[in-house]
Nanobody
Framework: QVQLVESGGGLVQAGGSLRLSCAAS????????MGWFRQAPGEERKFVAA????????YYADSVQGRFTISRSSAKNTVYLQMNSLKPEDTADYYC??????????????????????WGQGTQVTVSS
């Protein structure tokens, strides 16, 4: 059974940093892109960042470009999201996702849905002003 488990969320002041991790089990994602999405209260889930299968290409939402960095360890079957210069508007539940299709591009990750990917349960990030 495929499982994606996020960790690293918490409460941080504006301007601070957090590092999220997503550990995958039950399946090797070494040939798959992986990504992060977030959902703020009362809003739809939105794309945040993605990384391709090799780690050589990344893709970010405009709102986090330059502040967030996605990376991966294929050996550990884990993807990370380093979040710097956090803002109150970054407050949300953050979800890790992986597509069901191999070699999906990082850019295409922005369009995966609940039915076309594997999803974690989320980790909460709260940024206080």
């Amino acid at each position: 059974q495929v499982q994606l488990v996020e960790s690293g969320g918490g409460l941080v002041q504006a301007g601070g940093s957090l590092r999220l991790s997503c550990a995958a089990s039950g399946h090797s994602f070494s040939n798959y892109a992986m990504g992060w999405f977030r959902q703020a209260p009362g809003e739809e889930r939105k794309f945040v960042a993605a990384i391709n299968w090799s780690g050589g290409r990344t893709y970010y939402a405009d709102s986090v470009q330059g502040r967030f960095t996605i990376s991966r360890s294929s050996a550990k079957n884990t993807v990370y999201l380093q979040m710097n210069s956090l803002k109150p508007e970054d407050t949300a539940d953050y979800y890790c996702a992986a597509p069901m299709a191999r070699f999906t591009t990082a850019q295409a990750m922005a369009d995966i849905t609940s039915n076309s990917g594997y999803w974690g349960q989320g980790t909460q990030v709260t940024v206080s002003s």
